[in-house]
């Protein structure tokens, strides 16, 4: 199946924002799914403030990760960013489950190197 995750991170470091999404790829992929693609927003104003481990947030970086697994890794996926206090706000969108569906769907690359 796949699913596209869009997060929104405290606003801060880039590194921090890399290392969150690396997180949530290693974890699609140790537990075998695959990874299409990263897609980076950058800081964004948030609609509202959010309310997050305690801070209140007005700013945040988005990002998207399209990935392909079952309902079991994205539950894993779900539950590791839950438990970071870095993150502001997720959600894991289902994009489809038959090939036909999700065959034509695009992944857009972000590369990890620090710069």
Known sequence: MLYELIAVVR???LMEVKEIAKTAGMTVLNNGGVVRGYTNWGPVLLPTRARKHQATHDRGHYFIMRFDSNGA???TVRTTLGLD???IKFSVVKLGDKLAEVS???GKT???TVE
Do not use: D, I, Y
Request: proline share 13%; no cysteine.
């Open 104 to 106: 034509n769907v695009p």
């Open 85 to 87: 206090p870095r993150m």
């Open 110 to 112: 972000w590369k990890f």
């Open 73 to 75: 890794t994205q539950q």
């Open 11 to 13: 606003q801060g470091s």
